[in-house]
């Protein structure tokens, strides 16, 4: 049997008509396809008969974004006994998936990807797929499908919180809500046994759950530095007492800690007094109290020839006493020989702090500038006699003048100026000292350069 069948294609572009002689020995061909829509392929049918006998083939060109599974533009397929086509057409083709927000893709990318294929995802440490939990993509029509790692935030044992839970998860999304009750013995802050907490964004929770509470106590004679009512096991309440008023602890400031039991120990301030004032040598106590408040003053007074230190008082401070003076001795023995000094006066046996002893300096001595020709006793020691050597006339300097009259002897602490005389420029000090027999450097004139 001998029969024609043509065919269309592209060839460079356009399409192009083939008639093939095709001779059959076999019986006659009798199954038959429908001939398929363009949309049903997604390409573009190279072929016009409603009617597709068996055997026959279909050329197709797919559209943009789609594939054969083979990865072509171009295609076939072809009309089987059954009434069938050996093929579906072509798929939708997806770009390599992109990443995605706290999570990371499985395995490597591939540069495309055909209808039905799956991606997978891990989530970052502390993020879930949940409620959906899927940890894949999917191409569909050329789109993969979405996917979403959300924050979560770790749900506590039940001891944690110290309460029963109302949920038999281990993680919450952000922005839900997780509700409990609290074991006997345990509260919330507010006082209450049941509560909720949340799940905040940045993966905490907004409580802890229940906890024991210590309640801040009533304080006389002194303020707390919070405000707080309830404290949980472990927090510290810091109180101060007023003044003049201490706790146990001997210190104005007091901190106390929550603990399962309660409080370390109970909060309380108490007037902090003084005893009897302490004694002091050479001296007594004017006053015979034997208590003192805070701030209060004991007065002292001493035995002859002795003074108070300071004001003469001592001052009681938070339950010491402070400030307690002393009596010094204020007598001297008489003066002892002193370099270059002599006593003019009948020498005592004993000097009251306060009288002088006068004295005349050595031959080529003087009281110099301070002028003072006495010592006296202060405290049981002698002040520190003034007489120092005096200096001869200062050196004469080559070219200076001095600018007042020369004198044979100078006293400790006098100064002399020099001047140089014209064409002649001075180098050191002008004006020289003499301190104890000896002259300060003298200075030099020297000659100007430009001057003949």
């Known amino acids: 049997m001998l029969f024609h069948r043509c065919f269309g294609m592209f060839i460079n572009g356009f399409l192009a008509f083939l008639t093939i002689s095709l001779i059959s020995t076999a019986a006659p061909v009798t199954g038959t396809c429908n001939s398929p829509l363009h949309g049903e392929l997604n390409a573009v049918i190279y072929h016009r008969d409603p009617v597709i006998m068996e055997g026959d083939k279909l050329i197709f060109k797919c559209y943009e974004g789609y594939e054969t599974l083979d990865g ?12 069938q086509l050996s093929g579906k057409g072509c798929l ?5 998936p992109a990443e995605i927000s706290n999570g990371n893709l499985r395995e490597h990318k591939r540069t495309k990807y055909l209808t039905g294929d799956r991606v997978f995802y891990d989530c970052d440490p502390g993020y879930t797929t949940r409620p959906a939990n899927v940890d894949y993509i999917t191409c569909e029509h050329a789109r993969w499908t979405d996917l979403a790692c959300k924050k979560i935030c770790v749900i506590p044992s039940r001891n944690e919180m110290n309460s029963y839970i109302w949920s038999t998860a281990r993680e919450i999304l952000v922005g839900h809500r997780l509700w409990f009750r609290c074991f006997k013995g345990y509260k919330m802050s507010d006082g209450s046994i049941h509560g909720n907490i949340k799940c905040l964004p940045n993966g905490k929770l907004s409580g802890k759950g229940c906890s024991k509470f210590c309640y801040r106590p009533n304080l006389a004679n002194g303020t707390y530095k919070e405000h707080k009512n309830a404290y949980e096991v472990g927090e510290y309440l810091d109180y101060e007492c007023n003044e003049g008023f201490l706790a146990s602890t001997k210190n104005p400031e007091v901190r106390i800690q929550c603990t399962n039991s309660g409080w370390t120990s109970f909060p309380h ?5 003084c005893g009897k004032p302490e004694e002091i040598a050479n001296g007594r106590v004017l006053e015979g109290k034997t208590e003192y408040k805070h701030n209060e003053k004991a007065s002292y007074e001493c035995s002859a020839e002795y003074r108070l230190s300071g004001d003469g008082n001592a001052t009681c401070l938070l339950g010491r006493w402070q400030n307690v003076p002393k009596c010094i001795y204020t007598s001297c023995e008489p003066p002892a020989n002193i370099s270059h000094v002599e006593i003019i006066e009948q020498k005592k046996n004993k000097y009251s702090s306060g009288d002088r002893v006068f004295y ?4 080529g001595y003087t009281t110099g500038e301070a002028n003072t020709d006495y010592i006296t006793c202060e405290d049981a020691r002698w002040t520190e006699p003034a007489c120092t050597m005096n200096c ?13 009259i020369l004198k044979k002897s100078y006293r400790s602490g006098s100064s002399v100026q020099y001047e ?8 050191g000090r002008e004006r020289i000292t003499c301190i104890n027999g000896v002259w300060d450097k003298t200075p030099v004139c020297r000659a100007l350069q430009d001057c003949t």
């Open 72 to 83: 072509e533009r171009f295609g076939e397929t072809e009309c089987l006994p059954t009434g």
């Open 92 to 96: 939708a083709v997806c770009k390599p």
């Open 269 to 273: 301030c108490n007037e902090s007094l």
């Open 360 to 363: 005349d300096c050595d031959p």
């Open 392 to 404: 001869d006339a200062p050196p004469a300097v080559t070219d200076a003048e001095l600018t007042e």
């Open 420 to 427: 140089c005389v014209n064409f002649y420029k001075l180098e």
